[in-house]
């Protein structure tokens, strides 16, 4: 496809055929004995060869190979550029530097390369000469180094539950936000593009378990700070996923598509509003995106505020407390379950962010002035973008930007009260996300857009 | 050789109806939100066997996401103790 960098199920499919093949080599030899010990000419292990590169085969060690590929790029790579960003992020919010365990701390490393820029920070003193991604590195290690607590009291079975619960609903996520036009895990190629026609609905899916497993942790730790974080989380990601539901309704009433490839399509092409029955006016420079229909305004609003609060970020924190409720439904999780319940959180919201660049801010396609349109020669009359950089690029930089607003937003305003936020929930943006489904309805109704 | 599909649908009705007998006879109604949920999500997963995927994420968001909550609300809101006490599980 156009400007996608990674094509994941060609990728994957490649390195499971290497991989069978390899597999293959020592069930060969044996067969190439058996020949010269007399046995028959094609050999008598030739159908288990063929079996095993064959194709059936190699398509199912491909899917399993892609499954490992994106939970690796979202959690290796994302995960721990997004807990950087943030631990930086608030630093120089802060007015102060963060930390800085990098590359560039390595007295090894600086001797051998000398004053390289960024790595080597020669100007800098001794103890600030990182960048300090290493340190998300070394919490990873410290957490899985620690023991593993269960308290006595707890109920055991649903204690290990609830992680798992947790981690593979967000997981989940995941499989259902695609990459780009080549790099997803769940649609279908269709006349030659990705569709995958329910994918919002089961990215929101994929939300609305996670609230489950919370209460279920906070229930069976039997502490009452776990269950009065879990009984808040519970509380507040309910009330606030009806809002984040009527706020995409308004979008897709819109956009008449649940299919986030659909979504980006129709948000790579250039801005053009529908007046009435006076027509179509198109303005230069500008890309498609949602953001800019004024119709959707109020949803954009609500959607941002209730993906905060689907991902527990600070201004909705409250079922985590660390003052009053010590971490909340957390509490008694150790080591790297609680690098799991805890870690995941930054996973929703990257999901989230996912989300909303690709429901608002056209998802993978670059901005227009990024793009150049030749004319289709497959196809007369149409154009065809050609993106300078690939596709994962614009994406992973949105996810990132937006991730920064989210900091940003966090570390700037004081923690909602408990008995504020369901008022804020129910009473305001509900009312809102109804009125933005109503306003879409309308300029759907009479093609405003 | 067995379709898969078949295989697939024993797999996940067998999960289904053992996870709706621990629904009934789990002793901790928590455990039966638990398992209410898993039946519900492995409905979930035979209606994606039928390729009624609408249908399947609907089932998900619907009934495995809010109705185990809601139901947990109701128990903790109306039982008068909540947890078990520590020298009565001792």
Redo the contacts between chains.
């Keep these: 496809m156009t400007g996608a960098l990674i094509d994941l199920f060609g990728w994957s499919y490649a390195l499971a055929s290497f991989v069978l093949w390899l597999v293959s080599l020592p069930i060969a030899l044996v067969n190439w004995v058996a020949m010269q010990t007399g046995a028959a000419s094609p050999g008598p292990l030739a159908g288990l060869i063929g079996w095993v590169t064959g194709p059936g085969l190699t398509g199912f060690v491909a899917v399993i190979v892609a499954v490992n590929i994106l939970l690796l790029w979202a959690t290796l790579l994302h995960l721990l550029t997004v807990m950087w960003i943030e631990r930086k992020m608030y630093s120089r919010l802060q007015d102060r530097r963060g930390i800085m365990i990098g590359l560039g701390s390595s007295d090894i490393l600086r001797r051998t390369l000398g004053p390289i820029p960024l790595l080597g920070r020669p100007f800098r003193k001794p103890s600030h000469l990182g960048t300090g991604f290493l340190q998300t590195v070394a919490d990873g290690v410290k957490l899985f180094q620690k023991e593993v607590i269960t308290p006595t009291?707890a109920?055991r079975w649903?204690f290990h539950?609830a992680p798992v619960i947790i981690a593979s609903s967000t997981l989940f996520l995941f499989v259902a936000i695609p990459w780009s036009d080549g790099f997803w895990l769940m649609g279908s190629m269709r006349d030659g593009v990705p569709v995958n026609?329910?994918g919002i609905?089961?990215i929101?899916?994929?939300f609305?378990?996670a609230?489950?497993g919370i209460?279920?942790a906070g229930?069976?730790s039997?502490n009452?700070y776990t269950?009065l974080g879990g009984?808040r989380a519970?509380?507040q990601l309910?009330s606030y996923?009806i809002p984040l539901?009527l706020s995409i309704i308004a979008l897709v009433v819109l956009a008449g598509t649940l299919d986030p490839f659909q979504l980006v399509r129709n948000q790579s092409q250039p801005l053009t509003f529908g007046l009435g029955p006076l027509g179509r006016i198109q303005v230069p420079f500008l890309p498609n995106w949602y953001i800019f229909n004024p119709v959707l305004w109020i949803a954009f609003v609500v959607l941002f505020v209730t993906v905060i609060a689907e991902a527990e970020r600070i201004p909705f924190d409250i079922p985590e407390a660390e003052a009053e409720l010590v971490e909340g439904w957390t509490t008694e999780y150790s080591g790297m379950r609680f690098g799991l319940v805890f870690g995941f959180k930054w996973l929703r919201a990257i999901a989230g962010a996912a989300l909303i660049a690709i429901l608002f801010f056209g998802g993978w396609s670059g901005p227009v002035f990024t793009t150049v349109w030749t004319p289709n020669l497959a196809a007369p009359g149409t154009q065809y973008p050609i993106p300078i950089l690939p596709q994962e690029f614009w994406f992973t930089v949105k996810i990132y930007v937006i991730f920064i607003v989210f900091v940003w937003i966090g570390w700037s305003v004081p923690r909602i009260r408990i008995d504020q936020i369901l008022n804020l929930g129910w009473k305001t943006l509900i009312p809102l996300s109804i009125l933005s489904i109503l306003l879409a309805t309308l300029a759907r109704g009479f093609r405003w857009f | 050789m067995v379709e898969l599909e078949l295989v697939t649908f024993v797999i996940l009705s067998t999960i289904e109806v053992g996870a709706a007998l621990m629904t009934v006879s789990a002793k901790?109604l928590?455990?039966n939100v638990?398992w209410l949920?898993i039946t519900l999500?492995t409905i979930a997963g035979i209606y994606l066997l039928f390729l009624a995927?609408?249908v399947a994420?609907?089932q998900?968001?619907v009934y495995?996401?809010?109705v185990?909550?809601?139901f947990?609300?109701g128990i903790?809101l109306t039982r008068r103790k909540?947890?078990?006490e520590?020298h009565e599980?001792?």
């Design positions: 009291n109920d649903m539950a026609p329910w609905l089961v929101l899916g994929a609305s378990v609230p489950l209460l279920i229930w069976a039997n009452k269950l009984m519970a509380a309910m996923e539901l | 901790k928590v455990h638990f949920a999500i995927e609408f994420w609907i998900i968001i495995a996401g809010a185990p909550v809601l947990l609300f903790m909540i947890m078990e520590p599980s001792q």
